[in-house]
């Protein structure tokens, strides 16, 4: 899914007579379900730690190893020459995006604190899951 914010709700083509219509989330939908189980990602995530034996430690301390390689690759300008600035045009004036914001949201000292959220005793949590994000390319 090229971009989470703008993902749209899906609705029936043919509306229901009476009553009520439930629309469908695109994220949930085509983003974090498995297409050929019609199962939650974040379960097949949980259960693929199970069966290998991946602990919440080990994913945790993978979790921070990536936000750090990340955040060193923006500062050794690794991505100069792949990288295009956007300018967007706001209410409060022009705002200029011009490298992945995500690296620099994490908080070490929180993520081995975060409870599980697909399982209640659970590995997977908000931060050594993948989260919602946009992606481009031209």
Not at 42 to 52: F, L, M, S, V
Request: hydrophobic residues 35%.
């Amino acid at each position: 899914m090229e971009s989470m914010s703008n993902a749209p709700f899906y609705m029936p083509r043919t509306p229901a007579t009476f009553g009520h219509v439930s629309a469908l989330d695109a994220i949930v939908k085509d983003g974090l379900t498995d297409v050929y189980g019609d199962y939650p990602m974040g379960n097949c995530a949980e259960e693929t730690a199970k069966k290998h034996q991946i602990t919440r430690e080990d994913q945790d301390a993978f979790c921070l190893e990536s936000y750090r390689k990340a955040a060193d690759a923006w500062k050794s300008g690794a991505f100069a020459n792949e990288i295009a600035p956007v300018t967007l045009k706001t209410r409060a004036g022009d705002v200029v995006v011009a490298e992945d914001e995500e690296y620099k949201k994490i908080k070490p000292e929180k993520v081995s604190s975060l409870k599980p959220v697909f399982k209640k005793d659970g590995t997977v949590t908000a931060a050594n899951a993948s989260n919602l994000n946009d992606g481009a390319s031209a």
